[in-house]
């Protein structure tokens, strides 16, 4: 073993020791074994095609329902827009034109949301069952996936309802700091419900919905903050960027926005899969493999059962070892001995832990 492989080690024996490193080196490398940034990227799509049919339907429906009342309605677009604070003024002003013709709006606005949202929750679902491991024979079938789908429609449509209503408030009301920073409260708060919502409808119904408030929590939290951030950032810094960079700032400025939150969002799910199956330490050089590294290997792997008349047996060799273990043994291990074992049988069965030296038990998600 070389200097920089001993001292790689060393500082791996360190974040496996200490909880705040491990966990979140644990999730960060969960997140890469899991691609969770092709994920991310196939949400940032789907999100794209959902937008613009979101608010061109928005836009139709506010025309034709207070056409009577111009200040009312540029006061609810506003705050609409105000969801994407980056580029909103911008799709505003692309948008806009589209009102002259309600009927075609409106048709085209309802068709281009329902292919959007489905492509979307999709990519939601598939998301949800990677990072839960989630067998791939007792997967949601097409029907149950349509179901799950409209119902991620009307969450989305309720969400973006009383976010634009709170920042219409937040409009109307006044400005000083308390004021302004209980409207941000509200807005959290929506935004948690709304995360809460969408993932209970997209997350498999094996998992309880209380192993997924922490990530609910911490993505209603940050999508509000980038909300914020956004906002700051276009007020004192892009205010008069926009004419400069026209269409091509608007587009990679729409990219990058769903692209930050779509990572988030993952991120989010990730950390609830790694709460629930305790997937920390994680090991920065191999061998050894810790008890989290075997069990992942194995949870990967029953990922595998594609029909329900299969059975799928997982067995790591070797005991699960830390990298403190690892070098105070003389960097050796014992492959002749069986770590973890995790077995998914042909029924598709409920969660169980497996752990180290353990029998071969029936395991799924």
Not at 53 to 66: D, E
Not at 146 to 152: D, L, T, V
Not at 307 to 329: C, D, F, H, I, T
Not at 332 to 357: F, L, S
Request: positive net charge; hydrophobic residues 45%.
């Amino acid at each position: 073993m070389n200097r920089i492989e001993r001292t790689v080690r060393r500082i791996d024996a360190f974040q496996q020791s200490h909880r705040v490193p491990s966990f979140v080196f644990g999730l960060v490398q969960k997140f890469g074994n899991d691609n969770g940034g092709a994920l991310a990227a196939r949400l940032t799509f789907a999100a794209l095609t959902t937008v613009f049919p979101l608010l061109l339907l928005l836009v139709t429906v506010l025309a034709i329902v207070l056409a009577d009342h111009p200040g009312l309605r540029d006061t609810v677009l506003h705050s609409a827009y105000g969801e994407i604070p980056v580029v909103g003024k911008d799709l505003a002003s692309n948008i806009e034109p589209m009102k002259r013709n309600s009927a075609f709006g409106l048709a085209v606005g309802i068709i281009g949301l329902v292919y959007g949202v489905q492509a979307l929750a999709g990519v939601g679902l598939q998301v949800m069952e990677t990072v839960w491991y989630l067998p791939k024979a007792i997967r949601p079938n097409y029907v149950t996936r349509m179901g799950r789908s409209f119902a991620f429609i009307a969450v989305l449509g309720v969400g973006l309802v009383v976010t634009t209503f709170l920042s219409g408030v937040g409009t109307f009301g006044g400005h000083g700091l308390p004021y302004r920073a209980g409207a941000e409260a509200l807005a959290a708060l929506a935004n948690v419900g709304v995360y809460l919502f969408a993932f209970r409808i997209l997350t498999p119904r094996q998992v309880e919905t209380h192993c997924l408030v922490p990530g609910v929590v911490v993505g209603g939290v940050l999508w509000t903050v980038l909300q914020a951030l956004g906002t700051y950032v276009v007020n004192h810094y892009l205010r008069d960027n926009n004419a400069v960079y026209g269409t091509f700032g608007t587009v990679l400025g729409l990219i990058a926005w769903f692209s930050v939150a779509a990572q988030i969002t993952v991120y989010c799910a990730e950390l609830n899969s790694l709460l629930v199956h305790r997937l920390w330490p994680r090991g920065m050089v191999q061998p050894p493999l810790t008890k989290a590294d075997q069990e992942l290997a194995a949870l990967q792997a029953t990922t595998s059962q594609f029909r329900p008349e299969v059975e799928v047996e997982v067995r790591v060799k070797g005991r699960p070892m830390s990298q403190a273990e690892y070098l105070a043994a003389g960097a050796q291990i014992a492959p002749d001995e069986i770590g973890t074992r995790r077995r998914v049988p042909p029924e598709g069965a409920a969660t169980a832990e497996a752990g180290a030296g353990s029998t071969p038990h029936d395991a799924g998600t």
